[in-house]
């Protein structure tokens, strides 16, 4: 009962990230292309602005522009629409190239550029659990690096991240740092799978999901 109604939880939940999404992507972003396009047809109007008003005027397009990207960037996290274009392996390594830019953690990625057999909820799994991952590293770890690695051995599907930060007493399951950890188990449980967490105080933390990889859909 506690398993079914968690999966209804999460799906809904991604449903509705999805639906967000999408909004800020198809109708906010575009809005802010619209305004551009009108700026640059204030610019053509007669009498010609002064140099302060063409000023004025640089500086609001700009602004678009930072938040334009900043509402993609949204969007992305909300929903990762890589990976439904193009894969694990493109999903992946943008988000690797996100933590980058966002938290300026380096992370090295080993990922297969074969198809990785897994079905979409798992794939989503693997996704929503190496970004948790990795963003724990990002903020708690304390660590200029980490490595993110996808392989598959013996039928089994694995996702490993780790880090060499200051680390932590994995028995203890308190404040925000807990709470992602026990998420991530549970969106491991739901799609058919495990999470352990290794870390001690002062030598770092090692993320693992593993589970059974079917031999039917490839991503």
Not at 87 to 92: P, S
Not at 130 to 144: C, K, P, V, W
Not at 176 to 184: D, Q
């Amino acid at each position: 009962m506690h398993r079914a109604h968690s999966q209804n939880l999460i799906k809904a939940q991604e449903e509705e990230r999805a639906f967000v999404a999408r909004e800020v992507h198809d109708d906010a972003v575009q809005r802010l292309a619209l305004i551009g396009r009108e700026v640059d047809e204030v610019r053509t109007l007669e009498p010609p602005l002064s140099g302060a008003q063409a000023h004025r005027l640089d500086s609001i397009q700009e602004e678009m522009k930072d938040l334009s990207v900043a509402l993609r960037g949204l969007a992305h996290r909300l929903h990762p629409a890589l990976l439904d274009k193009g894969g694990l392996y493109v999903a992946l390594k943008g988000l690797c190239g996100d933590i980058e830019r966002a938290f300026n953690l380096r992370v090295t990625a080993e990922i297969p550029d074969a198809p990785i057999s897994a079905d979409p909820d798992r794939a989503l799994a693997v996704y929503r659990i190496a970004q948790e991952a990795l963003r724990n590293a990002a903020t708690h770890s304390g660590a200029g690096e980490a490595t993110l690695v996808v392989s598959r051995i013996e039928g089994v599907l694995r996702l490993v991240v780790a880090d060499r930060g200051r680390g932590f007493d994995s028995r203890q399951r308190r404040g925000p740092e807990g709470l992602g950890l026990i998420g991530m188990q549970e969106r491991a449980a739901i799609a058919g799978g495990t999470v352990t967490v290794s870390s001690r105080p002062g030598e770092g933390t090692t993320v693992e999901l593993s589970f059974p990889a079917p031999v039917n859909a490839a991503l």
